[in-house]
């Protein structure tokens, strides 16, 4: 994503992305981006000006980090300062080029980006998915995966939960199964990712 209020750098900075094949869509200014409420299905990157009509490119930095929209940002200026520069850099930005700049270094920014992109939207597919398995269980298999977790025995957990300990084995097996977890270690880091670990139960 392309914003920038010069029409000849959006225009020289798309034929540069498809050159190594990636495809770009440009805004002149960062209330027509935000009017038009992209959201592509691939790895996004933010090529954006500072200093625009109206909105500026920290504006824009800020809004989508209000909106919790991480989206990696490469700023670039034709006169930045180090405070300008400080403030991108402490929102997130990846780079922050001051024309002019190599096209090269401005195409490894990109691509940095991209790649940091990618890896956000697989963690957050992961977690997605990760999500959708815990709310399979029910709330006994659930407290009996937290007390597991946390190194509770299966006799200790029946004394606990006041069952029976084969009922707990059972328990056990089911989530460890709708959880997709081959090994109690891996059920631990699941557990660990999702945040419950503040639900565990203290050791008695």
């Not at 659930?142 to 190194?151: C, D, H, V």
């Not at 660990?192 to 139960?201: A, F, I, K, M």
Request: charged residues 30%; glycine residues 6%; hydrophobic residues 35%.
């Amino acid at each position: 994503m392309i914003i920038d209020d010069d029409a000849e750098f959006r225009d020289s900075v798309g034929r540069l992305l498809r050159t190594v094949g990636l495809e770009s869509r440009q805004f002149s200014c960062v209330s027509e981006y935000l009017s038009a409420d992209p959201t592509p299905d691939g790895p996004t990157c933010l090529v954006v000006d500072v200093r625009m009509p109206g909105r500026s490119g920290l504006d824009l930095q800020r809004e989508l980090s209000a909106a919790q929209k991480n989206l990696p940002m490469i700023f670039i200026t034709a006169h930045g300062d180090i405070p300008m520069t400080v403030r991108a850099m402490k929102g997130g930005a990846i780079e922050f080029l001051t024309k002019p700049f190599r096209d090269q270094d401005l195409l490894d920014a990109i691509m940095t980006g991209l790649s940091r992109d990618r890896a956000r939207r697989e963690s957050d597919k992961a977690m997605g998915a990760l999500r959708e398995r815990l709310n399979t269980l029910s709330p006994r298999e659930r407290e009996i995966m937290i007390q597991a977790t946390a190194g509770r025995l299966n006799k200790q957990i029946a004394n606990d939960v006041g069952i029976a300990e084969s009922t707990v084995k059972v328990h056990r097996t089911n989530l460890m199964r709708k959880m997709k977890a081959r090994s109690l270690p891996e059920l631990s880091r699941m557990v660990d990712t999702l945040g419950l670990t503040q639900e565990r139960p203290q050791r008695s």
